[in-house]
């Protein structure tokens, strides 16, 4: 069965495709030309940045959902505004597990950050993080986007304080440094010592496969989408691999991507999907 990603993945290959590569990675580079990094680069100015509105989130969220989801929604948000301090936390935790239900990430993620600041230990502001992350990834509202690779950073920073120096929060930096900051080698760096201590690390893996497609390097990018297949494959790592591949041309070795990424995903869109490209590629 799939999950709720892979769901995602395969039910829209070129908005996924779009969103992945369409973040504005500012002078990005080979790995290697850049200065190092630690975890504690600055984040972007909250200046240049859009502020994040729950109540227009949670609006413009609704807007998708079944009328049942928003009443149950709805509900729970107006306890929130008559909650005493200390009811407010489980309000909190049954606002962000409501939106995860239905795989909205940036309403989840603001949830995710109130948790954190009232339950401020190492697992809140990484689970925080992780979810900005997921926001920022999904959201195809540019001008949102800066401010959840903010809030990103910040709460991984947070994170940072508590417990120094962790592979969860140098990934996850290493993602929002290269998405959304000026200098995007303090993120590679980041990320290229988390593979040094970690070579199975497949998220950090498969962002740098991501980045390297980002910058045009596609031969570097397939190693990472193949190490990532080794540990876990996936429809998702076989579609990148394919389409690195495919900017290769090397269309022989994208075609046979393509096809375990329609065999693992079984969905009617991805293999339509899939079709169209092996007639492309074939001719």
Same mark, same amino acid.
């Given at each position: 069965m799939l999950n709720r990603k892979q769901i995602i993945v395969v039910g829209s290959v070129a908005v996924l495709m779009g969103l992945m590569l369409s973040l504005d990675i500012q002078g990005l580079v080979k790995p290697g030309e850049g200065e190092g990094a630690t975890a504690k680069a600055a984040a972007p100015a909250a200046s240049t940045v859009k502020a994040i509105s729950l109540d227009e989130v949670s609006l413009t969220a609704k807007e998708g959902l079944t009328a049942s989801?928003?009443? /149950?929604?709805?509900?729970?948000?107006a306890q929130l505004k008559s909650a005493s301090e200390g009811d407010k936390l489980d309000?909190?935790?049954?606002?962000?597990q409501q939106w995860d239900d239905v795989n909205l990430s940036t309403p989840s993620s603001l949830y995710y950050e109130m948790i954190a600041e009232k339950t401020p230990d190492f697992n809140s502001w990484l689970k925080a993080g992780d979810k900005f992350t997921d926001a920022y990834q999904q959201s195809m509202?540019?001008?949102? /986007?800066?401010a959840?690779?903010?809030k990103a950073i910040s709460s991984y920073q947070k994170a940072d304080k508590i417990k120094p120096n962790t592979l969860e929060v140098k990934t996850g930096l290493g993602i929002a440094y290269v998405t959304g900051t000026p200098n995007p080698m303090q993120g590679i760096t980041l990320l290229l010592d988390v593979v040094k201590q970690d070579p199975k690390n497949l998220k950090a893996n498969l962002n740098l496969g991501l980045f390297s497609m980002k910058s045009g390097q596609f031969d570097k990018a397939v190693e990472r989408f193949k190490t990532v297949i080794a540990i876990a494959p996936s429809a998702e790592a076989w579609f990148y691999l394919a389409?690195?591949?495919?900017?290769?041309?090397?269309?022989?070795d994208a075609i046979a991507a393509y096809l375990k990424t329609k065999e693992i995903a079984a969905d009617p869109n991805m293999s339509q999907f899939v079709d169209r490209k092996i007639n492309e590629l074939s001719n």
């Open positions: 989801l928003k009443s /149950q929604i709805s509900d729970l948000e309000l909190y935790k049954k606002l962000a509202d540019t001008l949102i /986007q800066p959840l690779v903010q389409s690195s591949y495919e900017s290769m041309d090397k269309n022989a």
